[in-house]
């Protein structure tokens, strides 16, 4: 089992939070294969690639979209987990997630927290909402319809709390217009598929909250509504989408 999954670190810029995260994944009780990739190259990045003996890729990015699709690019194992530099995996995360890996699965995840300033956060109006969100749709993970109708109210699965199982997801591409919701969109394209979403009802990773994370500066600059807005559409009618979204919006409020 151990060589058929790969965590592939998606780095950017020189994240004071990156060794912290690869260290999380090599204390993983069920080894994996561990990689990174960056498109933005630096000595620093270079150099703890080095001291924890990762091999580091690198490609022309250009944009989260692009880069998500060239980190996967790099694996070769029939399952993948793309880790976020800035966050944090518990050791079990990835023995429990393979253990529930079946043939029908797409994807598989896990509950997550949040952590912001080293302190994970209580369980949030919006975290609890996710998480009932995450528990329905596991009642029914092989309807099309049902995992339709849950992912139509909102994105409870955490990107980073994902694994792949790319035989299943061969012409599978993470959106590279969009800049905040694309895993959401994802989640949307890969739910129409014939398949399994397979949940594991435990936070078994921790999402960082701060300044300088992707989500932080997406909700200052607005995208995250505007591409939120978007998502609702493909669902339901414009009145509708407007009185959901209004609700929606206030999950940037974790994030203040």
């Known amino acids: 089992m151990q060589n058929n999954h790969t965590f592939v670190i998606c780095a950017y810029g020189d994240s004071k939070y990156l060794e912290e995260c690869i260290h999380s994944l090599k204390q993983q009780t069920l080894q994996s294969q561990l990689i990174l990739y960056t498109s933005t190259p630096s000595e620093y990045i270079e150099q703890i690639c080095q001291k924890n003996a990762i091999v580091m890729h690198t490609a022309q990015g250009g944009g989260i979209g692009k880069d998500w699709n060239l980190a996967l690019s790099f694996v070769t194992t029939p399952y993948a987990t ?74 409870p699965i955490s990107c980073p709390a994902v694994t792949y199982n790319l035989k299943k997801l061969n012409d599978f591409k993470f959106n590279e217009a969009m800049k905040v919701s694309l895993d959401w969109f994802a989640w949307y394209q890969i739910a129409q ?28 600059n607005n995208l995250r509504t505007k591409e939120d807005y978007e998502m609702y559409l493909l669902f339901w009618p414009k009145f509708i989408a407007k009185f959901l979204l209004s609700y929606y919006v206030k999950s940037q409020e974790t994030n203040d």
Not at 97 to 126: F, P
Not at 140 to 154: D, I, Q, S, Y
Not at 193 to 220: A, C, P
Request: with cysteine; charged share 25%.
């Open 82 to 155: 793309i880790a976020h530099q800035d966050d944090i995996y518990l050791p079990d995360y990835c023995e429990k997630i393979m253990s529930q890996m079946t043939e029908e699965t797409l994807i598989a995840y896990s509950d997550y927290q949040e952590v912001k300033e080293g302190v994970a956060i209580h369980l949030t109006s919006n975290l609890k909402i996710k998480q009932l969100m995450l528990r329905t749709m596991a009642m029914f993970p092989k309807w099309k319809f049902w995992r339709n109708r849950v992912l139509a109210f909102g994105n």
């Open 193 to 220: 598929k014939n398949g399994s979403f397979t949940f594991v009802d435990e936070s078994l990773m921790y999402h960082r909250i701060h300044e300088e994370s992707e989500t932080t500066n997406s909700i200052e």
